[in-house]
């Protein structure tokens, strides 16, 4: 969540601290103990999708990560053995194309990693036979491809990651203006208030300050349009 969204969050908590510890000055209206309630909604709705948001993104990244780990340690032993028959056989063609150390590979992005991992696979398979003598057994061979499948599905959950993460963003982006725009009708029936109850109006106006929490600056005023107006002397 970006920074001014968590000071308008923290806002958003403030007012609804304030409005619940005091609704007794406006039990008798329904609409506004209704927009209470439904502003405790909206701020447990941002909160949902923003934890959504975030765990899915950090559970997908470490599941790449640890799956990519394990590729590149299968492909630097497959190549490696690859390597060393082709040293041995003289085929200099096979020599340059499976010369691949761990930092060549664990430095590539994951889209060059893919390719350099699917053609050490192939080179494996058509040489499968001769790598016997060189450690690659049928079951290792098998064990090496696995890893891989499973980094490639990684990815390619990763990316779904990405469209879920796009969209609960979107979603809290959503819920902060429908938030907004109900805090504008909370302002509006908190007027009646302003000489009916002078404590409660004077002691609602603060809890709808911005503070920026980050830098500990002072409140960040608000917009004309969201502050209620403070009567002329």
């Known amino acids: 969540m970006l920074r001014a969204q968590q000071n308008r969050l923290a806002m958003f908590e403030a007012v609804y601290s304030y ?13 506004f103990v209704e927009s209470v309630n439904m502003l405790r909604a909206k701020i447990d709705g941002i909160i949902e999708l923003e934890d959504k948001r975030s765990s899915v993104a ?37 020599i340059d194309k499976s010369n691949m150390s761990y930092s060549s590979l664990d430095n590539m992005r994951d889209i060059e990693l893919v390719l350099s991992l699917n053609s050490i696979k192939d080179l494996a398979t058509d ?8 450690g690659v057994t049928n079951e290792k061979f098998l064990e090496y491809k696995e890893m891989f499948k499973v980094y490639f599905d990684a990815l390619n959950s990763r990316e779904s990651s990405k469209a879920i993460k796009i969209s609960a963003g979107r ?14 009708s909370i302002d509006k029936l908190a007027e009646a208030y302003r000489t009916e109850n002078k404590q409660f ?8 300050s911005i503070k920026d929490l980050g830098a500990h600056r002072k ?15």
């Open 201 to 208: 109006f004077n002691g609602y106006k603060p809890s709808r």
């Open 171 to 184: 979603g809290v982006a959503a819920l902060f203006r429908e938030t907004e725009e109900l805090l504008k």
């Open 19 to 31: 409005l619940k510890e005091n609704e007794s000055a406006f039990a008798g209206t329904n609409e």
């Open 127 to 134: 040489n499968l036979e001769a790598l016997s003598g060189f």
């Open 58 to 94: 950090k559970g997908r990244t470490n599941l790449k990560n640890e799956t990519r780990t394990a590729a590149v340690t299968a492909g630097t032993a497959l190549a490696g053995a690859i390597f060393a028959m082709a040293k041995k056989t003289k085929n200099i063609t096979l």
């Open 219 to 233: 409140k960040i005023p608000e917009s004309s349009s969201n502050v209620i107006a403070t009567p002329q002397s």
